[in-house]
């Protein structure tokens, strides 16, 4: 069974940095896609960018295009979400997750990390 760790989120300037770290353990193998949501108090959770096993395809939300990027690790155990630019409204807990296709849809990813807090001061 797939597992995912998250980690790396915590409280930032306006206009900094952060990484965060989404660790895959068990059968890799199943992963199809995953994916970095994020969720604000009182909002809906949504997607922010995924990134497909096979043939990197990535997907990124309008909000985030050219300031986040995403990338895996060779040995694809770990899924990293690079944050530059960081704006208050990105606080959030983010979370990642695993799904079986290349989807925006909260609802198609089936395994899901702990989230972790990012916070973005201004």
């Known amino acids: 069974e797939v597992q995912l760790q998250a980690s790396g989120g915590g409280l930032v300037q306006a206009g900094g940095s952060l990484r965060v770290s989404c660790a895959v353990s068990g059968f890799a193998y199943e992963v199809n896609t995953m994916g970095w949501f994020r969720q604000a108090p009182g909002k809906e959770r949504e997607a922010v960018s995924c990134i497909t096993r096979s043939t990197g395809r990535t997907y990124y939300a309008d909000s985030v295009k050219g300031r986040f990027s995403i990338s895996k690790d060779r040995a694809e155990n770990t899924v990293y979400l690079q944050m530059n630019s960081l704006f208050p409204e990105d606080t959030a807990v983010y979370y990642c997750?695993?799904?079986?296709?290349?989807?925006?849809?909260?609802?198609?990813?089936?395994?899901w990390g702990q989230g972790t807090q990012v916070t973005v001061s201004s």
């Open positions: 997750a695993k799904g079986s296709a290349y989807d925006t849809n909260f609802r198609a990813y089936n395994i």
